[in-house]
């Protein structure tokens, strides 16, 4: 299914666990190239055999939304102009912000584009999700060193989202195909877990027999790793590093995916830590969560969400409906994320 044209269940949620780059907040220009056009009048039709109207029409909505972002963008970033600007006005540009792409991400969202861009506008879509997850946790810092830290990690992840976009911008006919921005080379590795690997009577090669099973490991492996000392560093807390180690001849290989995205077979759906109410900071009423869904060889699904505060330690098994999508998105529409 097209991301562009779905919201996630329980309303639209953006990650919130991680940060945003000083460097961003000097920029003077919006994210991306392109020129501006007015808003189109009509409402974008989908097309599997897109016509030159399609485009037109799709181009022009976007144009209007890329418009729109980068006024809200420029809004944003001169909150921390000028050498005098002080932690609270860097962390209050961060902010706005990452206000500026949630609205942007909602604006795509609602625009049908051609079948045949699907791919780039999805990529652009994931990219402005790790994005805000970046400002997210940058902009609740409180100390100067635990911005330069955040700072790195924001500055990788707003140049992936601008390159995806530049992308879907040359797509549109609204920009000229440019080289791909080089990543920040001073990004730091992800942590690297003391989880051990485990032997499972469940593990059969790269398979697993036992959905369940796999699921109730993964809570208690989650919950039994979770280090708030790597925020800046891993999206996860560490969890998923501790996975990865625990079982390094069957996730490597299946895959852990987006929380949009299907459980592969003897695989997980879901890395990414939440806040339950994503428009506020993390508190012990507003709790950190990640939630999973694993798949063994047979199909069978189970879920599981880590939740709590001010790390997500606790574990809770989730049934996922039968007929529902084994996503990290259908647990979290189904499980308990009550504080």
Known sequence: MLLAQTRRARGHRVPA???????????????????????SDDKPTVSDTPSEADLATAAAAFSAAHTTFQADFEAGTALSAGDAAT????????RAVRT????????????????????????LLTAIGTAIAKFDILGAVTTDEAFTEANVPATDAYVAADAALQTVLVDLGLAEETPTPTPTPTAPESPTSTQTPVDAPYIDGTSVTDAAAWRDDLLSIGAANVDPDVFASSG???????????????LPVNGIEG???????????????????????????????LAFAVKDASGACAGGILI????????????VP??????????????????
Do not use: H
């Open 17 to 39: 666990i991680a940060a945003v780059s000083a460097a961003l907040l000097v920029l003077t220009a919006g994210c991306g190239g392109g020129s501006d056009s007015d808003k």
């Open 87 to 94: 932690l609270e006005d860097r962390t209050a540009a961060v």
């Open 308 to 319: 709590g505060y001010p790390s997500p330690s606790t574990g809770r098994p989730v049934d």
């Open 100 to 123: 500026a792409y949630y609205d942007f991400d909602a604006a795509i969202r609602e625009i049908a584009m051609p079948a045949d861009l699907t791919a780039d506008v999805n990529a």
């Open 322 to 339: 039968a007929g529902e999508d084994c996503t990290s998105a259908t647990v979290a529409a189904v499980g308990d994320l009550s504080p």
């Open 259 to 289: 929380d949009q995205i299907e459980a592969p077979a003897s695989g997980v759906s879901g890395f990414t830590i939440y806040t339950v109410d994503d428009k506020d900071l993390p508190s012990a009423t507003n709790p950190l969560y």
């Open 236 to 250: 996860s807390y560490g969890i998923v590093e501790s996975w990865v180690a625990a079982f390094p001849d069957l």
